[in-house]
C-alpha cells in the first residue's frame, strides 16, 4: 500500500515533464482537426476559457462522449464475441 500511495504524484510529475519537454504529446487530433478558429472556443487547445461552455462546446462535447461510448460498446461486444459469450 505504501507505493500505491506514491503512484498519482509520480504520475502527476510524469505528467507535467511531459507536458513542459513535449506539449505535442497532449494533443488529441481527433479532437483538434480542422482549423481551430472555425471550431467552438477557436483558442488554442488547453486554453481555458472565461465562462460556461457555450451551445456550440456542449454539443461538440456530448457528440464526442456519445462517439467514445459507442467505440467502447462495440469493442465490449467483440470482446464478447472472441470469448464466446456473447448472449442474445
Known amino acids: 500500500m505504501d507505493v500505491q500511495a506514491r503512484l498519482p504524484i509520480a504520475l502527476c510529475a510524469i505528467h507535467n515533464f511531459i507536458h513542459q519537454y513535449d506539449p505535442e504529446a497532449f494533443f488529441d487530433l481527433e479532437f483538434t482537426e480542422g ?25 461538440q462535447a456530448d457528440q464526442r462522449h456519445n462517439n467514445i461510448t459507442q467505440d467502447m460498446w462495440e469493442d465490449y461486444q ?3 464475441v472472441q470469448r464466446s459469450l456473447q448472449v442474445s
Do not use: F, I, K
Request: aromatic fraction near 0%; charged fraction near 35%.
Open 35 to 59: 482549423d481551430l478558429s472555425t471550431e467552438p472556443g477557436g483558442d488554442e487547445p488547453g486554453v481555458l476559457g472565461d465562462g460556461p461552455a457555450d451551445v456550440a462546446e456542449r454539443r
Open 78 to 80: 467483440h470482446e464478447l
